[in-house]
């Protein structure tokens, strides 16, 4: 399973980012897609997920900012992020989680920069 992430880049605090995440296989084949975020000094921190059913989760600091969404024919996920803000700067990870007999499989796309100026 690979996972592309991009969309990434410097915007103004105020700005709009899409950040996108292609699958190598079907979507379907994931429980939970979801993105992660890390700040320099700072845990990994889960910012959104949404399920193979559509159910959606965000992180509080980012409710009514960014939305998770899901095109299956297209094995992307995609997450709208609204309203910048600096402290959102961060390298942001896109993950895929298979939940098999109990145990939950992980898999990691490489990270995307996203930097928000003041």
């Known amino acids: 399973v690979q996972l592309q992430a991009s969309g990434g880049g410097l915007v103004q605090a105020g700005g709009s980012l899409r950040l996108s995440c292609a699958a190598s296989g079907s979507l379907f084949s994931f429980n939970i897609m979801g993105w992660y975020r890390q700040a320099p000094g700072k845990q990994r921190e889960l910012v959104a997920a949404?399920?193979?059913?559509?159910?959606?989760n965000y992180l509080d600091s980012v409710k009514g900012r960014f939305t998770i969404s899901r095109d299956n024919a297209k094995n992307t996920v995609y997450l709208q992020m609204n309203s910048l803000k600096p402290e959102d700067t961060a390298v942001y990870y896109c993950?895929?989680?298979?939940?098999?007999?109990?145990?939950?499989?992980?898999?990691w796309g490489q990270g995307t920069q996203v930097t928000v100026s003041s």
């Open positions: 993950n895929a989680a298979l939940i098999r007999g109990g145990s939950t499989y992980d898999y």
């Open positions: 949404i399920t193979s059913g559509g159910r959606t």
